[in-house]
């Protein structure tokens, strides 16, 4: 019985020291969020510049062009940032940018803007219920859904420069 005791209480003791670590894990969920936007920014700009003379460049017939998924992905950023802050942009899209340039800076202030809202999110905040794309989801949800969103287009963006014979900046 004395066994079975010892047992149930280093369960509990153990169960009881989890807590204040399952607790503070959202703060580190935040900051993995800004580094993973951190790296996709990097990448995506380094891609921009390395594509800058393919922006109309696509690998077939009703799929995008590599300036369409760049642009796309500073939209999608800026509809992420829109959630996560309460401030959802309800107006007309942007026009296309087809500056390399222009797109490069854009690509770079969208990812900025959302490390910003990212870092200004308590961990309350990260379950708030939000709108994304028409769905109820929590602020958690409608970050991962878009980052996940985001690796995808950057594995599309890795294909479509090969295609073309360039090497990502990262891979030289």
């Not at 607790?23 to 900051?31: L, S, T």
């Not at 300036?67 to 992420?80: C, K, P, S, W």
């Not at 294909?159 to 990502?168: E, H, T």
């Amino acid at each position: 019985m004395k066994k079975i005791l010892t047992d149930w209480g280093r369960a509990w003791l153990a169960a009881a020291l989890m807590v204040p670590i399952a607790q503070a894990q959202p703060a580190g969920m935040q900051a993995a969020f800004g580094k993973d936007a951190a790296t996709l920014s990097d990448k995506f700009t380094g891609l921009a510049r390395v594509m800058s003379g393919k922006y109309d460049w696509k690998p077939g017939q009703g799929v995008r062009t590599v300036g369409d998924v760049f642009n796309l992905i500073v939209r999608e950023n800026g509809i992420l940032v829109g959630v996560l802050s309460g401030t959802p942009n309800t107006g007309a899209r942007p026009a296309l940018i087809t500056d390399p340039e222009k797109l490069q800076e854009a690509l770079k202030a969208s990812y900025v803007d959302l490390q910003k809202a990212i870092a200004g999110l308590s961990d309350n905040d990260l379950q708030a219920t939000v709108k994304l794309f028409g769905r109820d989801m929590t602020k958690l949800d409608a970050l991962m859904y878009l980052l996940e969103d985001q690796h995808e287009h950057l594995g599309q963006s890795i294909a479509y420069a090969r295609s073309n014979g360039v090497v990502p900046p990262w891979s030289k």
